[in-house]
T-cell receptor, first 114, second 113 residues
Framework: DGGITQSPKYLFRKEGQNVTLSCEQNLNHDAMYWYRQDPGQGLRLIYY???????QKGDIAEGYSVSREKKESFPLTVTSAQKNPTAFYLC?????????????FGPGTRLTVT | GESVGLHLPTLSVQEGDNSIINCAYS??????FIWYKQESGKGPQFIIDIRSNMDKRQGQRVTVLLNKTVKHLSLQIAATQPGDSAVYFC????????????FGKGTKLSVKP
C-alpha cells in the first residue's frame, strides 16, 4: 500500500525529555510537512521540506527540530524547549511545491507529556 | 477518540438530508482550495479541491462552491450518511506560499440516524 505512516500512534513522555516522531512516505513525494493540531484549532505548520537535505521553519517552529536525510523520511523531534508539547502531530507530503498539489496526511501521533 | 472537534462549530443533520458546510478564507489572491475530512483519531483525508478560475466543482455526492467576491467556500454533501460524521476543514493556497496551505479551524458534522 502506498501512503504515509507515522509511529507510534500514542506516545507518552516525561517533561524535560526530547522525543522523536517518525514519518515515512512511499509516495515518492518531494515535499513533506509537520503540523500540530490542538482541540478547536486548525492545523499549524511546524516545519516543511521541499527537497532532501533542505527544510524551512513554519509558523510555530520554536522547540522543534527536523531532518530530511532521505526523501521518504522526515522525523520531528520535540525538544524540552517546547513549552506545550502535548498535542496531536500530523505529517503530510505532496508531490511538489505549488498550487494544485494536495497534501496527503498520515494517521497522526498523539503526544502526551506529563 | 481524539478531541479535535472540541469547541468547534457544529452542524447537526438528519441522515438523508443535504449538508452545507461553510468556510471563509483569508487571502483574496489564494488560487487553490481544498476540503478535508477528519474522522476522530485519524489524519485529514482529501475530499475535493477547486481552483480559483472555477466557481463550482462536483464530485461523488459532494460539491464545492467558491465565491471569490466574498472570499467564501462551501461544501455540499448530498444525502448525508452516518459515515460522513467528522470534522471538515477548508484549506487555501495563498500566493508566494511555496505550496503551503492555510487551514481553517474546521466544522464538526454530526449525522443523526
Amino acid at each position: 500500500d502506498g501512503g504515509i505512516t507515522q509511529s507510534p500512534k500514542y506516545l507518552f513522555r516525561k517533561e524535560g525529555q526530547n522525543v522523536t516522531l517518525s514519518c515515512e512516505q512511499n509516495l515518492n513525494h518531494d515535499a513533506m510537512y509537520w503540523y500540530r493540531q490542538d482541540p478547536g484549532q486548525g492545523l499549524r505548520l511546524i516545519y516543511y521540506s521541499q527537497i532532501v537535505n533542505d527544510f524551512q521553519k513554519g509558523d510555530i517552529a520554536e522547540g522543534y527540530s527536523v531532518s530530511r536525510e532521505k526523501k521518504e523520511s522526515f522525523p520531528l523531534t520535540v525538544t524540552s524547549a517546547q513549552k506545550n508539547p502535548t498535542a496531536f502531530y500530523l505529517c503530510a507530503s505532496s508531490p511538489g511545491v505549488g498550487p494544485g498539489l494536495e497534501q496527503y496526511f498520515g494517521p497522526g501521533t498523539r503526544l502526551t507529556v506529563t | 477518540g481524539e478531541s479535535v472537534g472540541l469547541h468547534l462549530p457544529t452542524l447537526s443533520v438528519q441522515e438523508g438530508d443535504n449538508s452545507i458546510i461553510n468556510c471563509a478564507y483569508s487571502n483574496s489572491a489564494s488560487d487553490y482550495f481544498i476540503w478535508y475530512k477528519q474522522e476522530s483519531g485519524k489524519g485529514p483525508q482529501f475530499i475535493i479541491d477547486i481552483r480559483s478560475n472555477m466557481d463550482k466543482r462536483q464530485g461523488q455526492r459532494v460539491t464545492v462552491l467558491l465565491n471569490k467576491t466574498v472570499k467564501h467556500l462551501s461544501l455540499q454533501i448530498a444525502a448525508t450518511q452516518p459515515g460522513d460524521s467528522a470534522v471538515y476543514f477548508c484549506a487555501e493556497n495563498p500566493p508566494k506560499s511555496q505550496g503551503n496551505l492555510i487551514f481553517g479551524k474546521g466544522t464538526k458534522l454530526s449525522v443523526k440516524p
